[in-house]
């Protein structure tokens, strides 16, 4: 009976929305201060728990004096393994100095030294905990020597129970700029655990359900996020930090994460594998319209110059850097960088290739193709250009035709395209052009051409200027289309983990929430946005908009079928335009709006009645601000 409570209070809980009536104003509140993707370096994919100071501090070195900190790489993190044990009778972290000599600054250790250390070289400096009593090591890395010591209370170094208290010690006292925080010590300190079991740790009942969604507490999680969010707030007023939420997709943080975090990963770790990187990618792609300036999707720190990444696999690096630039990635270097090769570097350093990623409109790219093996991705950028991604997910070569639809370019002008790579113009084609990609390739350039909208752009152009106020999703569901494979690292001998994303159903670019073309009683758009009903958009204009405008309609491909849908255009809180009620099998209208002096505008699709079919699918095609 407790049970079912539970599970009840669980699935109810899980849908808790913002409400559906306009707030003219913002919802966005950036979390510490990111205007474009974070970048830098952590030890974890170049050591794991293997760190010392000593390797620490010549990555960074190479950083400044290879010139990746020019390029924008000054985050120099450090990651799971700093940590010796929790003071009993006050509560202090305490440093492994035998790792961190210079930590070793009497009875309270301290990494202000170490800290002090990188921002003298010009950098900023990073730290790793555990929203949990636990850290991940301490449940993954069981053999590792480095894991924390003492009693079981010693051992419990994560921020739960004494949040505020190591929040003013990592960025009062020791003066750091940037927090990843974990969250194993909410999934993986169950009863069952053979670390839980021989009593070496708390138990801690899970509240995240690694690959089970209906099985976690997602309003639980969210708010010890925001109450971290809260009291890095109350230390750095300021709001000169990054705060990397780490959920690994789980708990339907790809939906949240922007209101608890600078960043948040969307899916489990990478590893140094092709398939595994292309997972991390996928798990990202369809999520445009949850980031922007100042919030960023994380498929996790980079793998170049590791395994399929390394040196002699540059096609293969340069197709991940290309893929993580497209999509607005963080971008943190995660390999040994006192070994690798100038090529390496070169990749990393790409000034194209980084610009594309780093450009000031912070729009993710959206996808204008896509089959199960090849992939288009065209990413609006600050100037007006377009960067387009091709990209052959097969492991042979593969024929590819873009096109000036794809781009949102005049198929009857030329466009100008430029190798982001070759840093060299590549000649211009009128329509469209042939490329052959080699195998795992991926081509990236940026386009310049006459638009389709001359004086304006479609809204599903500019993702980055939207804020997803309410989803209109009313029970979560698995994301299917981040490819749901097994762990690359895991062993074949038992039934594996599978990972389950939630966030299916979410507003997406240029398609249906459910991966369909836009479409309204046979009419199809190539632009537009597919949303649920019961749902509001909220859409940053630029100065000078005069005129929103849309075709709008119940999507053909929607499940549920009777209930009545209205669409309403709402300007800085006021209503400028609706549509009375309309159904399925109607066709599209339009509708429009006078945005002479509006700041913002809010698309609410409003569901009359109840549709026990399911969800209802709703199309603003063409919507467009002129
Ligand atoms: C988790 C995170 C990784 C890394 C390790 C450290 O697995 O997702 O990025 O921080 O913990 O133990």
């Not at 559906?20 to 510490?32: E, I, K």
């Not at 993707?37 to 050591?47: D, E, L, R």
Request: hydrophobic fraction near 40%.
């Amino acid at each position: 009976m407790k049970l079912l409570a539970l599970a009840l209070l669980v699935a109810f809980s899980a849908q808790a929305q913002q409400p559906l009536a306009a707030t003219g104003r913002w919802q966005h509140q950036p979390v510490g201060s990111a205007p474009t993707p974070p970048m830098g370096w952590s030890s974890w994919n170049a050591f794991r728990v293997d760190i010392t100071e000593a390797k620490v501090l010549a990555s960074a070195q190479v950083i400044v004096d290879s010139g990746l900190a020019g390029a924008g790489y000054r985050s120099i993190n450090i990651d799971d393994g700093w940590w010796l044990k929790r003071r009993a009778d006050d509560g202090r972290l305490q440093v492994r100095t035998g790792l961190f000599p210079s930590a070793a600054t009497g009875k309270d250790s301290s990494l202000r030294p170490f800290t002090d250390r990188i921002h003298a070289m010009g950098l900023k400096a990073g730290l790793y905990t555990d929203i949990g009593r636990n850290a991940c090591s301490q449940a993954y890395d069981a053999d590792s020597p480095n894991l924390p010591e003492g009693t079981a209370a010693e051992r419990e170094v994560g921020l739960m129970g004494f949040m505020r208290q190591d929040v003013a010690l990592f960025f009062g006292e020791w003066n750091f700029d940037y927090l990843k925080v974990d969250g194993c010590g909410l999934s993986s300190y169950g009863r069952d655990r053979p670390h839980v079991a021989s009593g070496q740790y708390r138990e801690y009942p899970p509240t995240i359900v690694e690959g089970n969604i209906n099985q976690s507490d997602v309003e639980g999680t969210k708010k010890l996020y925001t109450g971290l969010k809260q009291a890095l707030h109350d230390v750095r007023p300021r709001g000169d930090y990054v705060l990397s939420v780490c959920l690994w997709g789980t708990v339907n943080v790809r939906s949240w994460g922007q209101d608890a975090g600078t960043m948040w990963r969307t899916s489990r770790d990478i590893a140094n594998s092709f398939s595994q990187m292309v997972h991390n990618f996928d798990s990202v792609a369809t999520r445009e319209f949850y980031a922007g300036p100042g919030r960023w999707n994380d498929p996790d720190m980079l793998e170049i110059g590791n395994g399929d990444f390394d040196s002699s696999h540059l096609l293969e690096a340069r197709t991940h850097m290309g893929l993580w630039a497209i999509a607005a990635a963080p971008l943190m270097i995660g390999t040994d960088l006192s070994k690798v090769s100038p090529a390496v570097i070169d990749i990393l350093k790409a000034p194209e290739v980084v610009a594309i990623n780093q450009d000031a409109a912070g729009h993710q790219g959206v996808i204008a193709y896509a089959d199960s093996d090849r992939q288009i991705l065209v990413k609006t950028l600050a100037d007006g250009r377009k960067a387009v991604l091709l990209f052959n997910r097969t492991g042979s070569p593969a024929k590819f035709t873009l096109t000036a639809e794809h781009l949102k370019m005049d198929a009857t002008a030329p466009i100008a395209l430029r190798d982001a790579w070759a840093r060299a113009d590549v000649g211009t084609f009128t329509g469209q052009r042939e490329f052959e990609l080699q195998a795992r390739e991926a081509l990236l350039f940026t386009a310049s051409g006459k638009h389709l909208l001359p004086r304006g752009y479609f809204v599903s152009e500019r993702p980055g200027n939207v804020y997803v106020a309410r989803d209109g999703i009313k029970a979560l569901e698995q994301d299917p289309v981040a490819y749901r494979s097994l762990a690359s690292w895991g062993t074949t001998d038992n039934g594996g983990t599978r990972p389950a994303y939630a966030g299916w159903g979410g507003p997406r670019a240029d398609s249906t929430p459910y991966d369909q073309a836009l479409s309204v009683q046979r009419q199809a758009f190539r632009h537009g946005i597919g949303v649920l009903a019961d749902s509001r958009l909220q859409v940053q204009l630029a100065p000078g908009s005069q005129r929103f405008s849309a075709r709008v309609g119940v999507d053909d491909s929607t499940r549920g079928k009777t209930a009545a849908v209205s669409f309403e255009v709402w300007g800085d809180g006021r209503r400028l335009a609706a549509t009375a009620p309309m159904k399925f099998n109607q066709p599209a209208r339009d509708l429009s709006a006078d945005l002479r002096g509006v700041k913002l505008i809010e698309l609410i699709a409003r569901q009359h009645g109840t549709d026990t079919a399911g969800p209802v699918v709703v199309t603003w095609g063409e919507a467009r601000i002129e």
